[in-house]
């Protein structure tokens, strides 16, 4: 039995059939939506797609004591063997990290342990704060094309790409498909979404998606990605102050004052992705720096 389902979707609206692929996956729902006639490409696509996504997980997973992340995280400063996708995901997260002056970290996961903003409600304490400071720095990892070793007790967390990344390849596959065969369609994967040509051609209605922060509600996509970071999940409340998740490497501490939610628009969802998480970490200063890098965006303060 497949991991999926499959569904038409508005089979008697001739201008908007198209098939629905839902499942769950990196801990989200996901959906696929994509506008076409051949229902058992369709199928062919649904598996590919869903492999595509279990793959990345299976591999990049901090959850999965196989995973390759999970073998580099407990490599005790051991070498480990990479491949170049992984050598390429290394490669971006140090350009962020150097765009971001040390504010995106792929490191910084260890601070995690300390804020648990699930169930927390006091400040931890300053010394253990101190103490992880000392496993955080991606400048403290080597690393080759073929290689990467880590500090002993320094872990790496690819989570603030990684849906991100496997939208990307999602959207890759179907545009595989697109040389032959046009195809439209939506990818959704826990929120992170991408979309290439109309929803119909019939009155060029664009795709439309639900955002809690819009003026109205959803957002029409047309040919590009959009990804949303947001303080609202998770932050907890102490002596008048509002804590929120988003944790500052360098300190330790979560940043002051962000924006409540910031949704941005990229050529592909690893860069939209990259660009609301730099802005949240921005704090008060997220509008400035989107309109300095001309990222086109929704902010909530």
Known sequence: MPDYTLELKNGQKTSHPYYQ??????????????K?????????????????????????????????????????????????ETFQLLNYSNEVYNLSDGLFDITSGILGKL??????????????????????????????ESSVSLPKGMQIDFGGIGKEYAVDQVA???????????????????????????????????????????KNGYISLLNGAVATSGTSQRSFFQNGKIYSHLLNPKTGWPIENPPKSVTCFAENC????????????????????????EIEHILVM
């Open 115 to 144: 804020w648990n903003f699930k169930n927390q409600s006091t400040v931890p304490n300053e010394d253990k704060i101190a103490d992880a400071l000392s496993f955080i720095g991606f400048n403290k990892i080597k690393y080759t």
């Open 270 to 293: 690893v860069l939209a992705g990259t660009y609301s998480s730099l802005a949240m970490l921005q704090g008060s200063n997220a509008e400035c720096f989107l309109k300095s890098e």
């Open 21 to 34: 692929i839902r499942f769950y996956a990196m801990a989200s729902p996901c959906e696929v939506l994509i």
């Open 172 to 214: 890759k596959i179907l545009d595989i498909h697109c040389i032959h065969k046009k195809i439209n369609f939506l990818i959704n994967l826990g929120g992170d979404l991408f979309a290439k040509d109309y929803k119909s051609e019939t009155d060029n209605s664009p795709w439309k998606v639900g955002l809690d922060d819009s």
């Open 36 to 84: 076409i006639q051949d229902e058992n490409l369709c199928k062919k696509l649904a598996k590919s797609i869903t492999d595509e996504v279990r793959r990345i997980e299976n591999k990049y997973s901090r959850f999965q004591p196989a995973s390759l992340l999970s073998k580099i995280n407990h490599s005790k400063s051991i070498s480990t063997d990479i491949d170049l």
